[in-house]
């Protein structure tokens, strides 16, 4: 995902949320504001034990050759119950549908006051009602997974579509909206023997040089 004219963008995302606060009624700004659709699919503490016990042993020189599989809930859990935690971002409900093509379908959940404060309209959000300032906003991400051949592997996410709400924004908006750590999310290290890493239908099949 590349950025272009970096301050402008932020300009036109900050005005466009402006926007919505003043004129409430706007169609616009009801559908950046609609509630999630649904709740975060549920995870349970086994699912997120067994994907730290997978990815761990990928480190392992006798797990070369070898082929790692985690399933959606397994993923689900490592993202909400571990990653967002171990990174500290501010997102909350972070959860991914696999959805093959090695693409994949990613929602969170942040705050309006707290949106506002990443695209600096901090001040605007202090003058909000409490109940407005704490009202959840859902960022929907879709997006492309690769695994960089550099010196240093990573898995990279290529961000394709983004939703605020029910309202498609530019995709490079994303990196305005959310806190850095949130942004680290979309790239990261790999052990150097991983070969591939292939989203396909409900799962994530990891594969590693011999």
């Given amino acids: ?13 900050g005005l466009a949320l402006v926007s919505l606060l003043i004129g409430g009624v706007a169609a ?5 504001l609609a ?12 699912d997120g034990s067994r994907a730290q016990q997978k990815l761990f042993g990928l480190g392992r020189q006798d797990r070369r050759g070898a082929t790692v599989t985690l399933t959606e809930a397994e993923l689900n859990a490592l993202l909400d119950r571990h990653l967002v935690e171990a990174g500290g971002t501010r997102l909350s409900g972070l959860n991914a549908t696999l959805v093959g093509d090695d693409r994949v379908d990613l ?7 707290r949106m506002l404060g990443e695209v600096g309209l901090a001040p605007v959000a202090g003058v909000l009602p409490g109940r407005w300032r704490s009202r959840p906003v859902q960022l929907r991400v879709r997006g492309h997974v690769s695994v960089e051949d550099t010196a ?7 961000v394709e579509a983004l939703t605020v709400g029910r309202q498609p924004v530019p995709a490079p908006a994303l990196r ?13 290290r790999l052990p150097d023997h991983v ?16």
């Fill in 152 to 158: 240093s592997r990573h898995l990279r996410l290529d």
């Fill in 195 to 210: 070969e591939r890493v292939a989203i396909e239908p409900g799962r994530i099949v990891i594969r590693t040089r011999p």
């Fill in 176 to 188: 305005l909206l959310i806190d850095p750590a949130a942004v680290g999310l979309l790239r990261w």
């Fill in 35 to 46: 509630l999630p659709d649904a709740p975060p699919p549920a995870t349970s503490p086994a």
């Fill in 107 to 113: 929602r969170a959940r942040t705050s309006l006051e």
């Fill in 28 to 32: 616009v700004g009801l559908r950046m």
């Fill in 1 to 13: 995902m590349r950025l272009g004219c970096t301050g402008c963008l932020g300009t036109l995302v």
